[in-house]
């Protein structure tokens, strides 16, 4: 059976829920087999461990650290040579995304981006022009380099120690644009946006007061994300705006407290699995996409659904 490539893109040493993802994808195709591109290897094996993974390639060294997605597509596009796998698969972050524009310009090869599905065939799916079209797509030339999106499959839970090969990188001047300083993102007690498998997002309607949204949130041990009104606003860091021009979510859950459901708006969250909409007025656009909408308040209604949580827990 062929390799399929999936890249462990991890976060201060922490493998994301979006790798399992993939590696559940990647055994639609064939085996899978993950390529660590870091530094921190030895904590990163045993995290893989619950995955559908068969072989874990390790691409050791400091300059994935000091020379970052450089070094990491100019890593990767090696062990493509040598792999010669049927496809890459990477997640549909900012990061994931420009890996993988690099890694498909070294290898000769097409990319297709933000897909929400791919199958055997490789055929990949993507949600585009804000939810309105589907499209299904293949590479045409090279080895296929897919970037897939957090939350479009369930996690295959996987058992058994895969095998580790180490691979020694050789790397050039091309991709050696040296980062100065790194600044991990400021954590808090809630899960990363486009990680969380539940989001309730505030829009001009809390009038700046995230309070409820937050409580909610954090009843549901959910993500918070923020409209683009609230954001320019200053209401909330820009970092949790969701939409066209900021992040993309698609979790099981998705609650829209307060916004009206602009197609930007629409076109980052109408991929979710289950939508409930919260909103005053009973003609906003986001009761077109939503599978349950409340027609009311959102000071009124938050507050009676996070009541109504504390006291099943």
């Known amino acids: 059976m062929s390799a399929v490539l999936i890249l462990v893109d991890h976060v201060g040493g922490v493998v994301p829920r979006s790798v399992g993802e993939l590696a559940t994808f990647g055994k639609r195709i064939g085996e899978v087999t993950a390529v660590i591109c870091s530094s921190q290897s030895a904590a990163l094996i045993p995290q893989l461990s619950s995955f559908a993974i068969n072989t874990v390639i390790v691409c050791d060294g400091v300059e994935f650290e000091k ?28 990061r994931g995304k420009e890996i993988a524009g690099r890694l498909a310009v070294r290898c000769d090869s097409g990319l297709i981006t933000d897909a929400i599905d791919i199958d055997s065939t490789l055929t990949a799916t993507q949600s585009v022009f804000g939810g309105s079209t589907t499209v299904h797509s293949l590479v045409g030339h090279g080895t296929p380099i897919v970037t897939l999106r957090s939350n479009s499959i369930e996690v295959e839970v996987g058992s058994g120690t895969p095998t580790v090969e180490n691979f020694s990188v050789t790397f050039d001047g091309a991709d050696k644009a040296v980062v100065t300083s790194v600044e991990p993102a400021v954590k808090g007690g809630r899960p990363e946006l486009t990680e969380a498998s539940i989001v309730v997002s505030g829009g001009r309607g809390t009038d700046g007061n995230f309070a409820p949204v937050e ?6 041990g959910a993500a918070v994300g923020a409209s683009r009104a609230a954001t320019d606003a200053g209401w909330y860091p820009h970092s949790h705006q969701v939409g066209q021009t900021g992040k993309t979510v698609s979790p099981q859950l998705y609650v829209a ?21 919260i909103n005053k007025d009973p003609e906003a656009p ?12 959102l000071f009124a209604v938050l507050p009676q659904a996070s009541a109504a949580l504390k006291e099943i827990q």
């Open 286 to 297: 986001i009761f077109d996409v939503a599978d349950f909408g409340v027609v009311g308040d």
């Open 257 to 277: 407290s307060g916004i009206s459901g602009a197609i930007q708006h629409r076109a980052g969250m109408q991929t979710s699995k289950t939508i409930v909409a």
């Open 67 to 94: 020379y970052s997605v450089g070094a990491t597509a100019q890593g990767l596009s090696q062990v493509v040579a040598k792999v010669n796998p049927t496809a890459v698969l990477i997640t549909s972050s900012a």
């Open 215 to 220: 409580e909610l949130a954090d009843i549901l």
